[in-house]
Structures are given as structure tokens and as C-alpha cells.
């Protein structure tokens, strides 16, 4: 189980424990609540306060004969309590306490992951200014393509987890709803004041109108959030993975002493904290799948979304708890290669500057199909025959009529490629 890779703090969040002590607080909260409006006696909540207490084996042990869990915890509250239990869960429906609960585990389990989104942007935002100027070849379709800077791959990133951290706010305050409202939200045994002085108390709002249940399409908000901060894992993960290759090899995830690569291979350093953040990935996607059909209900409510959230919820926060942590730990220690970032470059031999030739025979007034014809010849020369792609255009018959030699020097200034690298920096927040 990740749980104990994970924060203990997020783990312990959805502990039985916890649970319960979380039902314990909102049913204490809906007394006082109660009180206040002189429904129920302000001594009984005295000693609510005072006995009120649970057994998580005895709930475990009622819930097998009751087959219901809240039912199976008040029995045992009522226990501790004696005759003032009367009191607790007044005018209440089950979902009361199960809803504005879980809203406020998620509300806490989203703060951790915010933290964490936090921490990550600031490992990345380290490595970002520390290769701002360090070359490296930019790839489409896997192919060279131009120069870039590993600096300006990691400002993406710090711009990716931004909006992340802003989608992930967004979230926290979408779930950040309760509702003690009754069966089916209509206030029928209960207060609205009551409901409104629970909420406070957690940190969270009242729903403006519910059902028996808080909508689900806040909760799927939640965990599409959450599969989308994952989906970013996933691709830097995945970056990282194709850079430690072998062949490319311009990264590498740290290696520790004694660590090992293979059972069978003494000489493999495999990237394979990239690889658990990818796959643990995955799951937290497929999770935000169940997350978006828990929405559709039938009526006021049925419970198909209940078990599923049991699982899915629990699982995905502390899984992306565990990702992101991973994820920090790997930019923090990542090493860089910048030697074979110049020599990947320099490997197709020049022919990453051709487009600052084709642009640069269009400044003569050549168009451009004819441009990128006469380039497009020497450089088919450079990937058929070999050879140094500038050196063949000095020697083409048909570009020195167009170009000096000192025009097409210029057109392989890497400095001039990357002129815009501190621009770009500045737009998002690193400078």
C-alpha cells in the first residue's frame, strides 16, 4: 500500500480514527447549534461535550448486525453518552454527517496537496534559473528540431504547476460545502441556522441547496483536479524518462550508493522514480472516471456513489500526496548533463539552424517555396551523404549567389536562437 510512502499526516486523514472523530466534531457542532436556537437543553450539550466518545472496534462490531455505519456509530456515541444522546443527530439524515464530513477531510487532504503543489513549483523553480542559459536541443515528433534551454524546459513546468495550484484552489473552495439540511434538503426538522453555524465552525459554507446529499459534481471537480495535476506528473515524468535514455542521456534521476538497477544487469541505472510517478499516475486518472459518474443519481439520491468514493477518494489524495513528494525529490536531485545537451545539439552537424536560413533567404526577396527549396537541398545532403551542414551551404553554387559567407555565419549564432530565453522567464514569474 502507498499509504506508507506517503505523508503520515495524509494517510491518517482517512484512518477509521479519523472518521470518526470528524462525525464526533459535526454532531457535537449540529448540538450546539441546536442550543443556541433553545431547541435542545444547553446542559445536555454540557455533557454531549463531556461523554461523548467512540470505540472504533465497538462501531465495527454494531455495524455487522445493524448494516449501517452511522447507525452503528451513534449506537455506540449513545453508549458514552447515556440519556442526553437524544439529542445528537436531531432533525439529521445520515448524509448530513457523512457529506459535511467528507467535505471537510477533503477541504484538509486538499490543503496538504496545495503544500505540496507549493514545494514542487519551488524545486522546480531552483533548477529553472540554475539552467536558464544551459543549450539543449528542442524535439517535435522525437526529431531535432531548434536550440532551446533546459532552463526554459523547466520554466514550463513552473507555468504548468501554477495553473495546477490555481485549478487546485478553485477545487478546494468547490468542495468546501456542507449541508445539515435533512432528507432531502428541504430543512423539514431542522434549522438553516443550524447548518450555517456547523459550516463555520469547519472551515466550510452551507450548499446553497442540496438534496439528501451534497452534489457530486463538486467532488468529480475535486478529482478531475486532482487527475489533471497527476496528468502533469505524468508528462514531466515521462520527459524525464526519454531524456535518461541512453542514446540521449542528458539527464539522470539520482543514483544512490547501493542502490541497483537490474536482478540480472549490474550496469543498469534505471529512471524508476519516473516510472512509479507515471504508473501511480494512471490510477489517479482512472479514479476521476468514477468520480464524474458518481454524479448522476436517481432522484433525491440512491448510494452508488458512496462505496466508490470510499475507495476512490481516500486513494487519490494520498496517492498524488505521494507522487508530488517523489516528483520534488527527483527535480531537487535530478542531474543534469549539460556536455551531452551540446552534443545532441551539435549532432545533425548544424542542420537545427535551417530555418534561420530559409528566414534569412526571404529577407533577399527569394520566396519562400523557393527558400525552403534551395535550404532544403543541402540540408537532404546532410542526413543522406553526412557532411557539415554550413560547410555545404558556403560550397552551394545556388545559396552563395544569395547570401555571404558572413550572412550564413549569422544564421548559426545559437546566442541569437535563444536571445528571448530571459523574456520568457520574466512572463512567468522567474526572473
Not at 179 to 191: D, L, P, R
Request: hydrophobic share 40%.
Amino acid at each position: 500500500m502507498i499509504e506508507r510512502y506517503s505523508r503520515p499526516e495524509m494517510a491518517a486523514l482517512w484512518s477509521d480514527e479519523a472518521k470518526f472523530e470528524t462525525w464526533l466534531k459535526v454532531e457535537i457542532l449540529a448540538c450546539e447549534g441546536l442550543a443556541k436556537l433553545g431547541e435542545i437543553p444547553a446542559e445536555a450539550v454540557e455533557v454531549i461535550k463531556e461523554k461523548a466518545a467512540f470505540d472504533k472496534s465497538r462501531v465495527l462490531e454494531i455495524e455487522k448486525t445493524v448494516k449501517h455505519d452511522v447507525i452503528a456509530f451513534l449506537t455506540n456515541v449513545a453508549e458514552y453518552v447515556g440519556t442526553d444522546s437524544r439529542f445528537i443527530h436531531l432533525g439529521m439524515t445520515s448524509s448530513d454527517l457523512l457529506d459535511t464530513s467528507l467535505a471537510s477531510q477533503m477541504r484538509r487532504a486538499g490543503l496538504m496537496l496545495l503544500d505540496g503543489l507549493k514545494k514542487l513549483q519551488e524545486a522546480i523553480a531552483v533548477r529553472a534559473k540554475e539552467h536558464k542559459d544551459t543549450p539543449c536541443i528542442g524535439r517535435s515528433h522525437g526529431i531535432h528540431a531548434e536550440p532551446s534551454t533546459f532552463g526554459l524546459k523547466m520554466a514550463l513546468w513552473y507555468d504548468e504547476v501554477r495553473r495546477s495550484i490555481e485549478r487546485l484552489e478553485r477545487a478546494i473552495e468547490t468542495i468546501s460545502v456542507g449541508k445539515i439540511s435533512g432528507a432531502v434538503g428541504t430543512f423539514s426538522h431542522i434549522s438553516p441556522e443550524v447548518e450555517a453555524y456547523v459550516c463555520d465552525k469547519l472551515d466550510l459554507k452551507p450548499a446553497p441547496v442540496s438534496t439528501q446529499i451534497i452534489q457530486r459534481d463538486r467532488h468529480a471537480e475535486f478529482m478531475t483536479t486532482l487527475a489533471l495535476i497527476a496528468s502533469s506528473l505524468e508528462k514531466f515524468g515521462t520527459e524525464i524518462r526519454n531524456l535518461q535514455r541512453t542514446e540521449i542521456l542528458e539527464v539522470e534521476e539520482f543514483f544512490s550508493k547501493g542502490q541497483k538497477g537490474s536482478s540480472a544487469m549490474p550496469h543498469k541505472r534505471n529512471p524508476i522514480s519516473s516510472e512509479q510517478v507515471c504508473g501511480i499516475a494512471r490510477v489517479i486518472k482512472s479514479n476521476a472516471v468514477s468520480a464524474m459518474d458518481n454524479i448522476t443519481l436517481w432522484h433525491e439520491r440512491d448510494i452508488t456513489h458512496s462505496s466508490v468514493e470510499r475507495i476512490i477518494i481516500p486513494d487519490s489524495t494520498i496517492a498524488l500526496d505521494y507522487i508530488l513528494n517523489k516528483f520534488t525529490n527527483i527535480v531537487t536531485n535530478l542531474i543534469v548533463y549539460p556536455e551531452n545537451m551540446m552534443m545532441n545539439l551539435e549532432k545533425t552537424r548544424g542542420l537545427v539552424f535551417s530555418q534561420s536560413l530559409l528566414l534569412a533567404l526571404t529577407r533577399k526577396g527569394i520566396t519562400r517555396e523557393d527558400s525552403y527549396q534551395h535550404v532544403q537541398v543541402c540540408a537532404m545532403q546532410v542526413w543522406e551523404k553526412g557532411g557539415d551542414f554550413k560547410t555545404i551551404l558556403k560550397e552551394s553554387e545556388q545559396i552563395k549567389k544569395l547570401l555571404t559567407e558572413e550572412e550564413i555565419e549569422n544564421c548559426f549564432n545559437l546566442k541569437k536562437n535563444l536571445s528571448n530565453v530571459n523574456l520568457i522567464f520574466k512572463r512567468v514569474g522567474l526572473d
